[in-house]
C-alpha cells in the first residue's frame, strides 16, 4: 500500500500554500467578476434598449457563456470552504441574507431569458425583460456589498461602505457588458455603447474613490495599507486602464478595450485582497495561516487544484472559441 505519511510531513516542494491559496481565491473572485460581468452589463445595457432585435441580439451574445460564467462564484465558495472553512462558517453565517439575495438574482438572471423567449407578447416580455435587468444588477450590488461588509468586518447586513463597494462592481460590469457587446455585435449600437461605455468608467473611478475614502473612515486600521505604495500604484494602473478603455473604444479596438476592463477587475479583486492581508477574516481577526486547513488536506487540494484548473481554463478557451465573432441577425438566444 503506497505510503502517503509525505502528504503530512509539511507543505508540498516547500510552498507557501497558505499564501497561495488566499491568492488563489481572489484570482476566482476576480475571474467571476470578469466573465460573468460582462454578462451582468450586458442585462443593464438591455434595460436601454427599445429595439426588439438589440435586445434578442443582446440576449444572444450572453446566450452560450452566462451558466459557464457563473461557475466562478461556486469555485469560489467551494475553495473558500476547502481552504478556509471556519472564515465560510463567519462570513457565511453573519450575511446569510445578503448571499440569499446574491442567489435570487442569479436565478432571476438566469430565468429571465428563458421565459423571455416563451411567448411572442409585449407585456409578458416586457415583465421578463425587467426581471432579467434586476438579476443582472442585482446580483452584482449585493455580491459588492458582501465582499464591502467582508472588509469591513461587519456584522450587519448594510453599511455604507458595503453599499459604495456594491455599486462600484455595478459599475465595472457595465464596463465590461459594453466592452463585450462592442465585440459581439455589428455595427448599430456603437454609438449608444460608446457612450453607455465612458459613462460608466467615470462612474466606476467615482465610486472606487469614495468607496476608498469610506472604508479608511469607517475602519482606521486600513489607513496604512490604503496609502501603501502597492495600493497607491494599483490606484495609478487603475487611472491608465480607465484613459486607455475610453480611447480603445473611440478606436473601435473592442477585444483590445475589454482586455483593459479585465484589468481593472483583477485590479479591484488585487486591492480586496491587499486590504484583507494578512488577516482573511477581519471580524474575528483571524490570520491566513491560523484559518488555513491542516497539512494532509491542503497538499491533496494543491495537487488536485494544479490538475483540474488546466482543463477548465481549458475549457473555457474551447467554449469562447467556439463561438467567437460578432452575433449574426439569424441568430437567437
Known sequence: ??????????????????????????????????????????????????????????????????????VWLVVFGGALFAAFPSVYAGLFSRHYLLLFGVLGALILRGLAPEMYEQRDDETWQRWWGRAFVAGSVGAPLLLGVFVGNWLLGATTALTLGGALTGLTVVALTVVSGVAFLQVKTRAGMDADLQRYGEGAIAAYLVAVVLTLVALGLTRPGLVPTLTSPAVLGLVVLTLVLAGGYVVLLRQGRDVAALAASAGLTYGLATVVALLLYPTVDPASGTSVGEAIVSTLPLNLMSLGAAILLPLVATYFVVLYTAFSGPIEPSEGY
Open 1 to 70: 500500500m503506497t505510503d502517503l505519511g509525505w502528504l503530512d510531513a509539511g507543505p508540498i516542494f516547500g510552498l507557501p500554500l497558505p499564501e497561495l491559496w488566499f491568492g488563489l481565491l481572489f484570482v476566482m473572485l476576480g475571474t467571476f467578476l470578469f466573465l460573468d460581468g460582462f454578462d451582468f452589463g450586458a442585462g443593464a445595457v438591455f434595460a436601454t434598449r427599445d429595439s426588439e432585435a438589440d435586445r434578442e441580439t443582446i440576449l444572444a451574445a450572453i446566450g452560450p457563456f452566462w451558466d459557464g460564467n457563473e
